[in-house]
């Protein structure tokens, strides 16, 4: 209620009481004019009514929600369920326009605020998480795979006759369809092996970019998050190579912002060379449902070509979503949720490594790896040609997930090209723990 309205409830409550509930508003809308202003994560998380206040705040700006609305356009809001309009605070028009995600809408003043709001407050946790020198972002309702898509399509328009992108091997198919899908062909550069380490071989990648000629190359797409026994990929000497040569950089950093080893990689990049953009996942780094990225980076004017290049409007739900986390845990909040997970992967890395001595098995020696841990199977394989399989399901249907065993000399087929894991090893990853 506004001033008036708290004056008029004066004639029918005692006017003491009325101030005393008007104080306690007030205090509410404090919080919401500090992020209005400020457009950053708060210090202290929000409560619930708080954020609900703010959203049924933001969603009476939409057209679709004013008193008395004559909708009488293909797109005006409307929604037959009561249960999926409640689901979504009523705020139904989505975000972006036709010609840019970003862009403001005129029949949804409360949609384009909270799409505004979310990249705002989503930048200031990535510069909080490590890339301090990341001037822009946004939040894009697709997951990290077609999300590098996006980028290199928008890097199609401004190098025009290149068809290769260089790609340092990692075995995960998303990213590596994320290039197909885009119509450019990968340049695998195989890692090389230091102790149990897969690390960049750079000599390679450049020996690649001289071979195929630089015009003639997208991008090189580098990855920072991955499975042991792989590590993330040397972003600053590749980030050299980039600016050397001058070729794009793209990072995949889907589930790199909880960690700060990766977050540092891409600072450190973006400091001695180049890097274009980075991805990550909402769903991995911030615990909301799967569907949503964040792209950033240290041009606005590219960002800003990216988030045009997504055709036409698109859903609210992970920005919607990805605030309502982010007021919820506050900026005190999430810096606690990747301390733990720091203490909880030393704790994991000292049991597994206890757990492979008592099998006669080790624990691969990954140190440039955060966030996931390998473990030989080798005993295990020699009992019979299924054990290490079984192994695998015995621990899903013990409810164990995220661990995934690898038996040697697995394939894996994508887009026709088969990829093949080079060792057995039972790998673990540390993600964040769920609030309680």
């Not at 205090?27 to 959203?55: M, N, V, Y």
């Not at 071979?211 to 499975?227: G, K, M, Q, R, Y």
């Amino acid at each position: 209620m506004n001033t008036e309205n708290f004056l008029a409830s004066e004639r029918l409550v005692n006017a003491a009481y009325v101030r005393q509930g008007s104080q306690g508003r007030r205090a509410h809308e404090l919080r919401l004019r500090a992020l209005l202003e400020q457009g950053k994560c708060p210090e202290d998380g929000w409560d619930e009514s708080t954020i609900e206040l703010f959203l049924h705040e933001l969603a009476i700006m939409d057209s679709n929600n004013f008193l008395g609305n004559c909708g009488v356009g293909e797109r005006e809001g409307r929604v037959a369920s009561g249960l999926v309009a409640r689901r979504h605070y009523r705020l139904i028009h989505g975000i972006g326009r036709s010609g840019d995600i970003s862009a403001v809408q005129p029949k949804a003043a409360g949609s384009s605020l909270l799409n505004k709001l979310t990249n705002s407050v989503a930048l200031d946790i990535i510069k909080l998480a490590g890339v301090r020198t990341a001037s822009s972002c946004f939040v894009v309702p697709m997951a990290t795979g077609m999300s590098l898509t996006l980028c290199f399509l928008t890097l199609r328009h401004k190098r025009p006759k290149a068809k290769y992108i260089i790609w340092p091997r990692i075995d995960q198919k998303s990213c590596f369809k994320s290039m197909i899908t885009a119509g450019f062909e990968p340049v695998v550069v195989e890692n090389v092996l230091e102790g149990d380490e897969l690390r960049t071989d750079l000599k390679a990648v450049e020996a690649k970019i001289q071979d195929l000629e630089a015009d003639n190359i997208l991008c090189v797409h580098s990855t920072t998050s991955c499975f042991a026994p792989r590590v993330p990929d040397r972003l600053e000497e590749l980030a050299e190579i980039c600016a050397r040569y001058d070729i794009p950089h793209i990072v995949n950093n889907a589930y790199g912002v909880q960690s700060s080893k990766c977050m540092h990689l891409i600072q450190q990049g973006a400091r001695r060379g180049r890097i274009d953009a980075f991805v990550q996942s909402l769903d991995k780094n911030f615990m909301v449902p799967v569907g949503g990225a964040i792209i950033a980076g240290f041009s606005d004017s590219f960002i800003q070509e990216i988030s045009k290049m997504y055709p036409g409007r698109a859903s609210a739900s992970p920005s919607l979503d990805l605030l309502i986390t982010l007021l919820t845990l506050g900026t005190k909040g999430y810096q606690q949720l990747l301390k733990e997970r720091k203490e909880m992967f030393s704790y994991l890395s000292e049991n597994v490594k206890k757990l492979a001595e008592a099998y006669n098995e080790r624990l691969l020696e990954t140190p440039h790896n955060p966030i996931s841990l390998a473990m030989s199977l080798r005993e295990l394989d020699k009992q019979s040609g299924t054990a290490v399989t079984q192994l695998g399901s015995m621990l899903f249907t013990r409810q164990v997930s995220g661990a995934r065993v690898v038996p040697l000399g697995s394939q894996q087929t994508s887009s026709g090209e088969a990829n093949m894991m080079c060792r057995d090893c039972w790998t673990l990853n540390s993600h964040q723990p769920q609030p309680a």
